[in-house]
């Protein structure tokens, strides 16, 4: 179970908000670093994204000291970061906010085994989301044996 992501994006507090929107729950500011915001779903297992700054990177702190919050003027663009979550919004509402944001958004077929939607934060950070309709075959394949039967037939080919 993972309980929250972070990720790293230029306008932190309006994706915080768009994500929140997606979940109909609520987005607040983070905080561990001023400029960052983390938007809840608010279901019991606390399902949280964490938006921070682009410029911000995480690094170990020293000894027995937590993580420290450094800026850096690095920007990668795109990232392989990104999250598969369940929203409770209807397709045609994500469709309605990735036009309202001009951001991609694109329906699509993982690995022959489910379908969801490709949603780009930023047009730079890929969340996959899967709305109510998706949700079925989605569960489906990720019982466990059925699971397990999929990357038996995902290695054999």
Known sequence: MIHHISIAVNNPLHVSNVIAELWQGQ?????????????????????????????????????????????????????????????????????EIADREGWRAVRCRRAGLVELIEFWVENQVMLELLPPNLMPEYLAVVQPESLKAALRNLIAS
């Open 27 to 95: 987005a607040i500011p983070f905080p561990g670093h001023e400029g960052s915001y983390i938007a809840f779903n608010f279901d019991a297992y606390g399902t949280a994204i964490e938006v921070m700054p682009k410029s911000l990177i995480l690094k170990p702190g020293l000894e027995k000291t937590p993580v420290q919050f450094s800026d850096s003027n690095f920007d990668a663009g795109y990232t392989a970061t990104h999250a598969n979550i369940a929203v409770p919004v209807s397709e045609a509402k994500i469709w």
